[in-house]
């Protein structure tokens, strides 16, 4: 989530009034809460130690229409109820807010009275069989490098910063939108330019927690997917269209300009699997083959042949 999106949400560069909390970029809005997860272990805390030391419990209805939120003995703050909370998740603009009083479906309330999504409780998004699933209304944790727990969700749009965390006042945090940007880049048609704002690195350290393997991998986030091809490179940008792919497949093996230069029976190296040209100069490459880590014949420079 952009800085210019928590401006918005805090209401700064406002003069009073009520407003609309509106955001620009990757509309990450969540249709209805995943099933399968508790609200009360997912979305609320149901232990947090304040400064003070003493434990803060939250007790909801088996309806998960209200709580209240225990701060210390004789003191009582009722907290928003679960409804609430995944309306404004998924659709910010139903959210309005004057002075420090924030209004959804009815229901007015502080950024105090908005309970902590925990990150202890959500569960990491890893690939399976070069798939992987970031699903839909769904909120989810990565842990980068350093140990630490950055909390996302995800929608049919991509995924990003959780709305209700930003509200309740959560510093900006640059990793988790890095990341964030990495993977909804990976939904886009052509991500080959993703080497322009991730190093080779980065790219690979993502790819490497995700559990990606070199070949094709799909994404999906909702309702969409892509497939993309991840490959061993050196020379270019790791990450190519499955579109891209096919493409040079198609010319390296049903004949094409890539290898005219070339003389049959030259031989072209993937690994240490060895490929030799053919007199209609085509190459006899199994699809799915890292064609991006081809090893040209090393007597040739510039496709010309070198004494």
Sequence with gaps: M???????????????????????????????????????????????VGQSG?????????????????????????????????AMNNDISKVRKQGDIYECGGTFFTAEQIPKISGAC???????????????????????????????????????????????????????????????YMMTKDPVYVQLSYSDEEIRGYMENAGIKNGFFTVKMGDREATQFYSATKTTSPIQSK????????????????????????????????????ENHTLDIPYGEDIYNLEYPSNYKFGKKVE
């Design 2 to 48: 952009s800085k210019d999106i928590e401006k918005r949400i805090s209401g700064k560069g406002r003069q009073g009034g009520s407003m609309n909390i509106r955001f620009s970029g990757f509309s990450n809005s969540l249709q209805s809460l995943n099933r399968r997860q508790s609200l009360t272990n997912i979305l609320l805390n149901k232990q947090n």
């Design 54 to 86: 003493k434990k803060d419990l939250f007790v909801r209805s088996t309806t998960y229409d209200a709580g209240t939120y225990t701060i210390s003995a004789g003191q009582r703050r009722k907290m928003i109820p679960g409804s609430v909370l995944a």
């Design 122 to 184: 959500l569960n990491e998004i890893k690939a399976e069989d070069n798939i992987i699933d970031f699903g839909k209304n769904k909120y989810f944790k990565y842990v980068s490098g350093d140990g630490q727990e950055h909390c996302l969700y995800t929608d049919n749009k991509g995924i990003g910063s959780i709305v209700s965390e930003i509200m309740r006042g959560e510093p900006y945090d640059p990793v988790l939108e890095r990341y964030a940007s990495f993977w909804n």
């Design 243 to 278: 579109e891209r792919y096919d493409a040079r497949y198609k010319n390296l093996t049903s004949g094409g300009i890539l290898l005219d230069e070339y003389e049959a029976g030259d031989i072209f190296k993937i690994g240490d699997k060895e490929y030799i040209l053919s």
